[in-house]
């Protein structure tokens, strides 16, 4: 409670030194002269207990005469902007009676042009008023200077109000978007130094009025952001205008509207590329998936994608150029070749495209893979003079499957697999070939060993050109091996080694 | 505690069985003289399924001695996907023979120990080349020609790489590409802007190209003209995308009960004949409940021609009403599908494809509906002649 008190003691004086701060500057000065060089109001025919007479007489020597330091206009008619100081029983030789009598006719009047009078009586005039003269009475009364009787007519001037003025007025952006908030500014003059001015707006979105009237007080002569229209407020196409006006407490302007503006089309952000990675040196992939990040969009579009895939680092004269892609997402439908590739990708929101992404770029480079299905071909404990192979699948042959990306080229060598002197490598103790498996027409057959021949330890060529194509890239190694008379009943093994190359 | 010896024994299987498998990129490298010329280059040993493994890496070849391999072992775990290892490359001087000089880094891999019998174990050892052009004396090009798939009526290019192997510069090449249809026919041809081309150096040539052919395969021929010479490269490509299109399903000559013939006409809009192609049908009802499949003949459809595939459906037990006719056109390892809404009466069998808006000319009842009305028609027709059965018997 103490608080409040306080402050409420506070905002009290506060206003009150407002109110004192507008009168404190009173400029009228009136005094009692011989000679009045200013405005002369009345005459008096003493500077005390005085009779009185209208300015248009010449009777008296003493005048009250007046003016106006900061230059405002001062009269003494009694017409136009006046006020009654009193009412003399005659033109000259007067008695005087407050302006509220009424039993004299011949009026004493102080006026101006270019300011209002405010005149009362007090037995003392205030700080921010000027004592003009005093009455010894009510009616039938004598007048003197300020010091002879204790009714003084007390005085201030106060300018006339002129309408504050906007000089300026802007919004901001030019080009408004679902994202941007939509600001007025405004400069305001008002040649009333003391006015407090005050700017008003209010908004309105496909012209029906948006949230509440915008007040902003503003620095005379100064640019004012006065009040923002929240993009949360409007979408794309609506139109925006802006109604404002200035006041400054005792007149306001008329009201101003700002030029119609439309909301734009934002365009979408600018994608992000994810893979393949940027700079990859060691790519493989010939029908990529070209992944990139969703891009955003302020007014909520729906987005289609277009990719650009090109041989040159500007991405000029792409190899791809496919727009309208649905997804965050491209597969490369035919093989690539190999080379460097560039690439990049923008949004579209069906009016206009967003930003291209950065340009990326990976290597394709041609990569030979090599999957051998099984490890080992036992082919059990054997006898002298038997023979054995895996054309009958008992027991399997091995299967060799082109997991690369490019045809490849497949020789076959072995370390020996029998000791009996008759059949070392080189001979038709232990041979291979190749044939087709599940998946024909996997390799050259021309161009293959695709009769019996025998294994030796410097490389031979088995398969010419086996595909990479998954459909097509599996071919079976058949073996074929034949126990020697002179051949040990001991275990036996053998290594062979598949060589692949790019063909 | 029996399921142990089991689980031993699949896991015995499951290694026993193990495949070996190794890869490298690049399968092949270029690199263009000059005289000692010192370079490291990258390779990526690739673990495709996931083992671990040892492997060997050397060099071999006529270049074999200007080549230091920095890691002659590795390890790759089962966890690696792949391993970068690199070898130095030290070139001499001068290599007497201009064109081709090849070497190969062998990565062999380090087999594990053979088992018992009479076995033979796989090892696996993959190679990437190194070639190590000397520029040829004078002027001399070589073109790679890259090619996209096309769109009918949609510009898009084709490029050609330009590599300058000459020991002088290329002042003036141009490309000229030449389009062929499957006849061997030439089409069309286009030409590229003039460039020049350093000697060693590489340019890309772009050249625009606005298909106005029908869908199908092609083939381009790219002639580099350059200072009186000239080099080729070709290479397939194709416009539009392979599809067949079902255009049409009819019956003729239908009566409920027998066998009812199904003529499809099948569209192949691309410009080589498509062998092959068999279409599966399927009738069926709104609850998917399936009445018949059947699978055709093959036939093969003209370029840019129609075929009729032959379905049939035995109607003995068949009642009118509707029914769905899923065909699946099956070429080429692709496949097209359509359903078709079938209206089953008495005398015929009309076809119409879902979705599709039946006009009103063709805007029948179905012969369910229809059936309906003439049953209540026939109960009305017994229930008035029993009432007059029974007025009669009354009466007499």
């Given at each position: 409670m103490n608080n409040t008190k306080a402050f409420a003691g506070i905002g009290i004086l506060f206003l009150s030194l407002i109110v004192l701060s507008q009168f404190s500057n009173s400029s009228l000065s009136c005094n009692v002269v011989t000679t009045c060089s200013y405005t002369d109001i009345f005459h008096i025919s003493d500077e005390t207990n005085a009779h009185a007479e209208l300015a248009n007489n010449s009777n008296y020597n003493y005048k009250i005469c007046c003016n106006d330091t900061d230059g405002l206009d001062i009269g003494n008619s009694c017409s136009g902007y006046?006020?009654?100081l009193l009412h003399l029983s005659n033109q000259t030789n007067a008695h005087a009676e407050l302006n509220n009598e009424s039993n004299y006719n011949f009026d004493i009047c102080i006026s101006s042009t270019d300011s209002f009078f405010n005149c009362s009586y007090e037995s003392g005039c205030s700080s921010y008023e000027t004592c003009i003269a005093s009455v010894s009475g009510s009616t039938n009364a004598h007048v003197g200077n300020?010091?002879?009787?204790?009714?003084?007519?007390?005085?201030?001037?106060?300018?006339?109000?002129?309408?504050?003025?906007?000089?300026?007025?802007?919004?901001?952006?030019?080009?408004?978007?679902?994202?941007?908030?939509?600001?007025?500014?405004?400069?305001?003059?008002?040649?009333?130094?003391?006015?407090?001015?005050?700017?008003?707006?209010?908004?309105?979105?496909?012209?029906?009025?948006?949230?509440?009237?915008?007040?902003?007080?503003?620095?005379?002569?100064?640019?004012?952001?006065?009040?923002?229209?929240?993009?949360?407020?409007?979408?794309?196409?609506?139109t925006l205008i802006a109604e404002f006006w200035a006041g400054d407490a005792t007149e306001?302007?008329?009201?101003?509207?700002?030029?119609?503006?439309?909301?734009?089309?934002?365009?979408?952000?600018?994608?992000?590329?994810?893979?393949?990675?940027?700079?990859?040196?060691?790519?493989?992939?010939?029908?990529?998936?070209f992944n990139w990040t969703a891009a955003t969009d302020a007014d909520n579009d729906q987005l289609t994608y277009q990719i650009q895939v090109s041989l040159n680092p500007d991405v000029s004269g792409p190899l791809t150029n496919e727009t309208g892609v649905s997804n965050e997402y491209y597969i490369q439908p035919l093989e690539l070749d190999f080379a460097i590739y560039y690439w990049k990708v923008r949004a579209n929101d069906s009016e206009e495209y967003g930003e291209w992404s950065d340009i990326w770029n990976f290597t394709l480079v041609p990569s030979v893979s090599i999957i051998v299905t099984q490890d080992t071909i036992n082919f059990g404990t054997m006898t002298q003079f038997e023979v054995n192979d895996t054309t009958n699948n008992q027991p399997a042959p091995f299967e060799l499957e082109n997991d690369g990306n490019t045809e490849a080229n497949i020789s076959v060598n072995s370390t020996s697999l029998w000791t009996s002197s008759l059949a070392q490598l080189n001979t038709s103790y232990y041979q291979f070939k190749a044939d087709n498996s599940t998946e024909s027409n996997s390799f050259d057959w021309v161009n293959s060993q695709i009769i019996w021949a025998n294994m030796s330890d410097f490389y031979k060529s088995i398969i010419g050109t086996l595909n990479h194509t998954d459909s097509k890239d599996l071919a079976e190694i058949d073996i074929k091996v034949e126990v020697a008379s002179d051949e040990p009943p001991v275990a036996k093994s053998a290594v062979l080694t598949f060589q692949a190359e790019e063909s | 505690?029996?399921?142990?010896?089991?689980?031993?024994?699949?896991?015995?299987?499951?290694?026993?069985?193990?495949?070996?498998?190794?890869?490298?990129?690049?399968?092949?490298?270029?690199?263009?003289?000059?005289?000692?010329?010192?370079?490291?280059?990258?390779?990526?040993?690739?673990?495709?399924?996931?083992?671990?493994?040892?492997?060997?890496?050397?060099?071999?070849?006529?270049l074999a001695e200007y080549i230091t391999i920095e890691n002659p072992t590795i390890s790759l775990s089962k966890d690696q996907d792949s391993k970068i290892i690199s070898y130095r490359l030290n070139?001499?001087?001068?290599?007497?023979?201009?064109?081709?000089?090849?070497?190969?880094?062998?990565?062999?891999?380090?087999?594990?120990?053979?088992?018992?019998?009479?076995?033979?174990?796989?090892?696996?050892?993959?190679?990437?080349?190194?070639?190590?052009?000397?520029?040829?004396?004078?002027?001399?090009?070589?073109?790679?020609?890259?090619?996209?798939?096309?769109?009918?009526?949609?510009?898009?290019?084709?490029?050609?790489?330009v590599i300058n192997l000459g020991t002088q510069d290329i002042l003036e090449a141009k490309a000229v590409i030449d389009i062929?249809?499957?006849?061997?026919?030439?089409?069309?041809?286009?030409?590229?802007?003039?460039?020049?081309?350093?000697?060693?150096?590489?340019?890309?040539?772009?050249?625009?190209?606005?298909?106005?052919?029908?869908?199908?395969?092609?083939?381009a021929v790219a002639t580099l003209l350059y200072d009186d010479l000239n080099t080729k490269d070709?290479?397939?490509?194709?416009?539009?995308?392979?599809?067949?299109?079902?255009?049409?399903?009819?019956?003729?000559?239908?009566?409920?009960?027998?066998?009812?013939?199904?003529?499809?006409?099948?569209?192949?809009?691309?410009?080589?004949?498509?062998?092959?192609?068999?279409?599966?049908?399927t009738v069926k009802d709104?609850?998917?409940?399936?009445?018949?499949?059947?699978?055709?003949?093959?036939?093969?459809?003209?370029?840019?021609?129609?075929?009729?595939?032959?379905?049939?459906?035995?109607t003995a037990k068949v009642i009118p009403g509707a029914y769905k006719f899923d065909i699946i056109l099956n070429y080429l390892n692709q496949k097209t599908e359509k359903v078709f809404d079938i209206i089953v009466e008495y005398d015929k069998i009309t076809a119409t494809l879902v979705g599709k808006v039946i006009s009103a000319e063709e805007e029948e009842k179905p012969a369910l509906v229809k059936s309906v009305y003439i049953l209540i028609f026939l109960v009305v027709i017994l229930i008035i002649f029993n009432i007059f059965i029974y007025f009669k018997k009354i009466r007499k």
């Open positions: 006046y006020n009654t300020c010091t002879d009787y204790t009714t003084k007519i007390c005085c201030n001037i106060t300018a006339n109000n002129t309408a504050p003025t906007i000089i300026a007025n802007a919004t901001s952006p030019i080009n408004v978007y679902t994202n941007t908030d939509w600001k007025l500014n405004l400069t305001v003059t008002d040649p009333d130094s003391e006015d407090t001015i005050t700017a008003y707006a209010q908004f309105y979105v496909n012209g029906t009025s948006s949230g509440s009237l915008h007040s902003l007080v503003v620095t005379n002569g100064t640019n004012t952001n006065v009040a923002n229209l929240l993009s949360s407020t409007f979408n794309k196409g609506a306001n302007t008329t009201k101003y509207n700002t030029t119609e503006v439309t909301v734009l089309n934002s365009p979408p952000s600018q994608v992000i590329l994810s893979y393949p990675e940027n700079d990859d040196q060691f790519f493989t992939n010939r029908t990529p998936r | 505690m029996k399921l142990k010896p089991i689980l031993l024994i699949i896991i015995i299987f499951v290694l026993a069985s193990q495949t070996y498998a190794l890869g490298i990129a690049p399968s092949s490298s270029d690199v263009i003289f000059e005289p000692r010329l010192e370079k490291t280059i990258q390779i990526k040993v690739i673990n495709n399924v996931h083992k671990d493994f040892d492997a060997v890496v050397y060099a071999e070849g006529t070139l001499p001087k001068k290599l007497k023979k201009q064109g081709i000089h090849e070497a190969k880094i062998v990565v062999r891999e380090i087999p594990k120990k053979t088992k018992g019998g009479t076995t033979i174990t796989t090892a696996v050892a993959i190679v990437s080349k190194l070639k190590v052009i000397v520029p040829y004396k004078g002027k001399y090009a070589e073109i790679k020609l890259f090619v996209t798939n096309f769109k009918q009526n949609k510009e898009s290019n084709f490029a050609v790489e062929y249809g499957p006849l061997n026919n030439k089409l069309e041809t286009i030409t590229s802007d003039k460039t020049s081309v350093k000697s060693k150096d590489k340019e890309i040539l772009t050249v625009k190209w606005t298909p106005r052919l029908g869908s199908g395969s092609y083939h070709e290479k397939s490509f194709t416009i539009g995308k392979l599809k067949l299109d079902i255009v049409s399903i009819s019956v003729t000559g239908f009566k409920l009960g027998g066998i009812a013939k199904f003529d499809i006409l099948v569209e192949n809009d691309w410009n080589m004949e498509i062998p092959g192609v068999y279409a599966e049908t709104d609850n998917g409940k399936i009445y018949t499949q059947f699978k055709t003949a093959s036939a093969d459809i003209p370029d840019f021609g129609k075929q009729e595939l032959n379905a049939y459906w035995d």
